[in-house]
């Protein structure tokens, strides 16, 4: 089936009116925790801390969002953040970010190892929750079956 010009045309006209009528809405929400289990892996790597990254970036994320990391693997809350910004760095799409806003998404990350397991890592982390009573709490499984 051939196309012609005209409808080639009008096949961009209509992609430009759809274009044209979605907009980027922010809806302003509560300040939040949201703690990801497995945040060492590759879901979180990947997936998890780019797109939480581009929220931040858009100015979705409220000011007192806060993204708490889990996980088996020993790390300190900064190489938790060095494993972030590798990540963003790695996966995030067209980078355009500024030092300030990444050092912003940074900023929000705290890290705590922990094994279902064991109970080594969990009173750390029950403290950080108790600590902010008043915040909507998102727990986000990246864990194996």
Known sequence: MAINHCSAFIVFV???VYL???TTRIIPVDDFDLVIFGATGDLAQRKLLPALFHRDEQG???EGACIIGTSRRA???QEFRDFAAKAIDSHAQFMKATPEVIERFLSRLTYYAAEAS???GWQALEQEL???KDVVRVFYLAVGP
Request: no cysteine; charged share 30%; aromatic share 0%.
């Open 14 to 16: 209509a992609t430009d």
């Open 20 to 22: 044209a009528a979605m």
């Open 60 to 62: 979705q994320l409220p």
């Open 75 to 77: 790390m300190t809350t």
């Open 118 to 120: 064991k109970p080594d």
């Open 130 to 132: 108790s600590d902010r």
